[in-house]
């Protein structure tokens, strides 16, 4: 397995003692909110981290981890995931609709369900490999033109096609707030998305904000930078 280029190099020297904080920011988040232990997921955000970053993470027992594109997720996990039962890979990127057998395939929820092609797509590539990974509908909560998922005004015409048209199971809802801006209002908006669909799970919250999420109800949170550190070049924080 060959590390990436030094552009994608972490800067954090003891991730798994990051790692480790985070998991008590979480812990203390949930007694702050009112909420049971446990309940809130951390994923952690490996996608474009040279492996000898990750690999101390996971031998201290991190078992959920975020990727944003197939390929680079399949040379990195595949062969693990053969050999570790409890693995969980989630798709956090952007899905190519000519990808999603390839998605199927690998990973076991992907968070980045936006469009009536790609339910299509997914709902053939289920069909195909008869395995279905959990899904989450992503929900551009800021409008934001440049960035992929359903808008809010959208989003219960959505999930009702996926779910009756093609026989999808929406397991929850994903967002990513617009840089620069107040979290909450985004994490409250899809919430009540959630709330009025009979959804559970709410991905939501990275490295900046995910105690503010956990106290808007996300069940889980996807931190990468807090964990491994910044990247080189790296413009949105995880």
């Known amino acids: 397995m ?8 972490a800067t954090n020297p003891d991730p798994t003692a990051a790692w480790r904080a985070v998991k008590g920011r979480i812990a203390a988040a949930e007694v702050a909110a009112g909420r049971a232990p446990g309940a809130v997921t951390l994923v952690a955000v490996s996608k ?5 970053a990750i690999a101390p993470v996971f031998a201290a027992g991190q078992r959920c981890f975020g990727e944003n594109r197939v390929q680079e ?3 990195r996990w595949t062969d693990l995931k053969a050999a ?10 952007p899905l190519q609709s000519n990808k999603a ?21 997914l709902a053939d590539a289920i069909q195909k490999e008869g395995r279905a990974p959990r899904l989450y509908i992503e929900v551009n909560t800021g409008e934001e033109p440049q960035k992929a998922g359903t808008l809010p005004a959208e989003a219960d015409a959505f999930i009702a096609l996926a779910r009756e048209t093609y026989g999808l199971t929406v397991e929850g809802l994903m967002c990513i707030p617009p840089a620069g801006e107040p979290a909450f209002p985004h994490f409250a908006l899809l919430k009540a998305i959630a709330d009025r669909n009979g959804l559970q799970k709410l991905s939501m919250g990275m490295s900046a904000d995910f105690e503010t999420a956990i106290r808007f109800g996300a ?4 931190v990468g930078s807090a964990v491994f550190g910044e990247r080189h070049g790296q413009h949105a924080v995880v």
């Not at 474009?48 to 000898?52: N, S, T, V």
């Not at 069940?219 to 996807?222: A, D, E, P, Y």
């Open 2 to 9: 060959s590390a990436p280029s030094s552009s994608h190099r």
């Open 73 to 75: 997720a399949s040379g």
């Open 219 to 222: 069940t889980l949170v996807r």
């Open 48 to 52: 474009q981290q040279p492996w000898e």
């Open 101 to 121: 057998r390839e998605a199927v395939a690998l990973f076991d929820v992907i968070e980045t369900l936006d469009r009536e092609k790609l339910a299509g797509a």
């Open 84 to 93: 570790t039962p409890d693995l969980e890979l989630r798709l956090i990127g």
